[in-house]
């Protein structure tokens, strides 16, 4: 590139922040170039090119250090933890200037049927739900200010769930108008796309022909359909050809959410899984797909109940553990594989492979980080007994880990060109309420494991390549048009990491823990971490869709 051509405005007028002496990856995949400093100036990239001497109210030593756009996190999952600590600390370490969520159930709308059981989740961190729509949940989060970006989507779960409830059944015609009025409102208030979480009640319940209806509102606004497929298993066919349809029908783009084949009977069919994508693609399907770097996927331990024991939501799924008959059930269904629903249980191979992330009753907290099977031994219990006695006794908000997949898979999703990044958790922190529970560790750790373990160490990638992934391809996968590359005239989203030292330190058995190697950290022009310590700015926005329309 001409560095003389990059420089931008000619002007003599100081930089709030320069950054010397680094080696650029600008996102594009392209190789690094060094040579080039980066000046900052008014949130954005003012200059790019030999810009020693220009004056600096801020100058950046990166030498030694690799400059790259800051990282985007395609499933952040931070919606409540960002109200209970705005300071991101496991993103920002991570290099994660910008986190999309929203998946299947969103933040927002918010009504007399979301709100209680919503409501229940949020009453450990202290949190009140004051918010009804979009606008007033991004309200709520301007005022307070956080450290990164934050886009989401609108839950076709949560349209569904604030119109009809819980119920397994279909809308009416009634009905599915209100739940598109919902996606539509949503859209105009600034969500990015639709999202879907189908193997959850009571997203389960939804035909596709609904969901179908639901995307074209979307698409009308130019968003598109994220989704947490129906199966990732042994139905994991079916469930493609779903996304696909959708894609199709609803003229919308289609984003997969964290890829993966679940249990042993499916490793090694990662390629099978890529030929289908690919095939699509030729077609004319627009989808793309982002993973996490881990063998282990987690959720609640509810998941592994079978649909029709969600039905009707909290109250009647407890009833239903209670009662001997559906409990028996429930019991003998977990027990055998099935392609009507994705079964946890079967699919990890039982309680051994199934760790018990985190509780709500204080009683359950010695069960924190346990297999499950050795929980129900403790207990005195079998592993069916103990794991419906735990979601009765915690009121079904129990977090699970389940070790799902196999390293090969990982590996060769990884390294597909439509593949961005997500970590698939909230931003926590390792002092106080977010760090009094043991997380996955790709809460503070995804991308740079992408970066140490997988690009650098097995070679997998090349780092430009791996940063494409974290940067520009996510950026226009979500239509995000200002951020992803390193750019005169981009917003200043910039990451400086040494590339001989990033790496994740968080483990299954010690997930809480930072990541090492990423130095600087600048959102929209501001550093919120500085040589390794964070600076407690606050410089993050609101990014809205591309149907945002502001009230009034």
């Given at each position: 590139m001409s560095l003389t051509a990059a420089v931008g405005?000619?002007?003599?007028?100081?930089?709030?922040?320069?950054?010397?002496?680094?080696?650029?990856?600008?996102?594009?995949?392209?190789?690094?170039?060094?040579?080039?400093?980066?000046?900052?100036?008014?949130?954005?990239?003012?200059?790019?090119?030999?810009l020693s001497g220009r004056p600096a109210l801020r100058t950046i030593d990166a030498g030694g250090l690799m400059v790259s756009p800051g990282f985007i996190d395609m499933l952040g999952q931070s919606e409540v933890t960002l109200l209970v600590d705005p300071h991101a600390e496991s993103k920002i370490r991570q290099g994660i200037t910008t986190e999309i969520t929203g998946e299947g159930g969103s933040i927002a709308p918010q009504n007399e049927k979301t709100i209680p059981e919503t409501q229940e989740g949020l009453d450990p961190f202290g949190l009140k739900i004051n918010w009804r729509s979009f606008t007033d949940y991004f309200a709520r989060l301007e005022k307070q200010g956080?450290?990164?970006?934050?886009?989401?989507?609108?839950?076709?779960?949560?349209?569904?769930?604030?119109?009809?409830?819980?119920?397994?059944?279909?809308?009416?015609?009634?009905?599915?108008?209100?739940?598109?009025?919902?996606?539509?409102?949503?859209?105009?208030?600034?969500?990015?796309?639709?999202s879907t979480s189908l193997v959850y009640a009571p997203a389960i319940y939804a035909k596709t022909e609904e969901l179908i209806e639901l995307a074209k509102v979307a698409a009308g606004y130019g968003g598109i359909y994220s989704t947490h497929m129906r199966n990732e298993g042994d139905a994991i066919d079916e469930a493609l050809d779903e996304a696909i349809r959708i894609g199709r029908e609803a003229a919308i783009a289609v984003h997969i959410y964290h890829l993966k084949l679940s249990g042993k009977s499916n490793w090694g069919r990662m390629g099978e899984v890529s030929i289908r994508i690919q095939t699509a693609r030729a077609e004319g399907v627009e989808i793309t797909a982002n993973m996490y770097p881990y063998v282990a996927g987690a959720t609640s331990l509810s998941a592994c109940l079978p649909p029709w024991a969600l039905d009707g939501g909290l109250e009647k799924t407890l009833t239903r553990l209670r009662t001997p008959s559906d409990r028996r059930k429930i019991r003998s269904e977990l027990s055998a594989p099935t392609r009507s629903w994705q079964n946890f249980y079967h699919s990890a191979g039982g309680g051994a492979q199934i760790m018990i992330s985190f509780t709500v009753n204080e009683n359950l907290k010695p069960l924190q980080g346990m297999r499950l099977a050795a929980a129900a031994a403790m207990r005195g219990q079998d592993e069916l007994d103990a794991l419906l006695d735990i979601l009765i006794e915690d009121r079904l908000q129990t977090g699970a880990i389940y070790f799902l997949m196999s390293e090969k898979d990982v590996a060769d999703g990884l390294v597909l060109p439509w593949v961005s990044i997500g970590c698939d958790s909230p931003a926590v922190r390792t002092e106080g309420i977010l760090g009094s529970f043991p997380s996955h560790p790709r809460a503070y750790g995804t991308f740079p494991r992408v970066l140490g373990h997988y690009a650098r160490d097995q070679k997998l990638m090349?780092?430009?390549?791996?940063?494409?992934?974290?940067?520009?391809?996510?950026?226009?996968?979500?239509?995000?048009?200002?951020?992803?590359?390193?750019?005169?005239?981009?917003?200043?989203?910039?990451?400086?990491?040494?590339?001989a030292r990033i790496r994740d330190t968080a483990t299954f058995e010690a997930p809480n823990r930072y990541s090492e190697g990423v130095r600087h950290v600048i959102v929209n022009g501001v550093i919120v971490l500085d040589d390794g310590e964070m600076t407690g700015a606050l410089p993050g926005k609101i990014l809205r869709g591309r149907g945002y329309k502001p009230a009034g």
């Open positions: 405005a000619a002007d003599e007028a100081p930089f709030d922040i320069l950054i010397t002496g680094g080696r650029i990856i600008d996102g594009t995949g392209n190789p690094w170039f060094d040579a080039a400093d980066v000046g900052i100036r008014d949130g954005k990239i003012a200059a790019i090119g030999r956080v450290a990164i970006n934050f886009g989401t989507n609108v839950g076709a779960t949560q349209a569904r769930w604030a119109v009809m409830g819980s119920e397994d059944r279909t809308p009416t015609p009634a009905e599915l108008d209100q739940m598109k009025q919902v996606v539509d409102e949503a859209m105009r208030q600034g969500a990015m796309g639709l090349p780092l430009a390549e791996a940063v494409r992934k974290m940067t520009l391809l996510a950026a226009q996968t979500m239509r995000i048009p200002d951020r992803g590359l390193i750019k005169v005239g981009m917003a200043a989203d910039v990451v400086c990491f040494d590339p």
